[in-house]
């Protein structure tokens, strides 16, 4: 594992412990598909990253532009929630979560965006209304943005939003719409391609994993089961 993977893995032990829970009725159901998840590519790292909370750092901006999914044995997304502009902004993000530093896959080598669209068709992640929460996280750092530096988010400078992120990080509100969308991107990274991310197995590669089998298809996933 390289040195980055494992100060990933550090921070995420560290603030696994500030992670927003659902309900308790909610809880149940979330428990059960992320279990499936999890036993479907047998892939045990996925509860001790989920709900990471913010490990920002000053990134280098990579020059891949939020990218379309190269993988043709996925689940469509059939839909999109955010718009255009949203999207450009939560990809900033992200990429301030995870940067393209040089030591394994950023968030967009990872197609995370895409993979947060899929997420957000879920219908118990809408049931749970993670698509409004980050739609409305969004507005919130935009305004913060514009209050601070005169420019919306996606217009700071790489320094400028990274010191955005943590100003955000010190609001409950802000802690958990941080979480999820960490949350989220780990998924990208860690679950099985079919589902949008972690295409060709980047992230696996990144943390030595051999995926297990039988693997997922696009006919036989989590949803078709539920």
């Known amino acids: 594992m390289s040195n980055r993977s494992k100060r990933f893995a550090v921070k995420a032990g560290q603030l696994y412990s500030k992670a927003k829970l ?7 159901n979330w428990l059960n ?3 499936f998840l999890k036993k479907s590519s047998k892939f045990s790292l996925l ?4 709900a990471c909370n913010l490990s920002t750092s000053a990134s280098q901006s990579s020059s891949k532009p939020p990218g379309k999914i190269a993988v043709t044995d996925k689940l469509s ?3 999109n929630y955010f718009t255009n502009a949203q999207r450009k902004t939560l990809d900033a993000v992200q990429m301030q979560l995870f940067p393209d530093d040089g030591d394994g896959p950023g968030a967009r080598d990872l197609n995370a965006i895409n993979y947060l669209e899929f997420a957000m068709t879920d219908p118990q992640n809408k ?3 993670d698509p409004e929460f980050l739609a409305q996280g969004i507005g919130w750092l935009d305004d913060l943005s514009k209050q601070s530096h005169g420019n919306s988010f996606i217009k700071l400078s790489d320094k400028q939003q990274d010191d955005i992120l943590k100003k955000i990080a010190k609001s409950r509100a802000g802690e958990n719409w941080l979480s999820l969308l960490m949350y989220y991107l780990t998924e990208a990274l860690m679950l099985d391609p079919v589902y949008g991310g972690n295409p060709e197995m980047i992230g696996w590669k990144w943390l030595g994993h051999q995926a297990g089998f039988p693997r997922p298809v696009a006919e036989k996933t989590y949803r078709d089961f539920e």
Do not use: C, I, S
């Open 33 to 35: 598909r992320r279990t």
């Open 47 to 50: 509860t001790f990253f989920a």
């Open 22 to 28: 659902p309900d308790q009725g909610q809880f149940v």
């Open 77 to 79: 997304t059939r839909e």
């Open 127 to 129: 049931k749970d209304g």
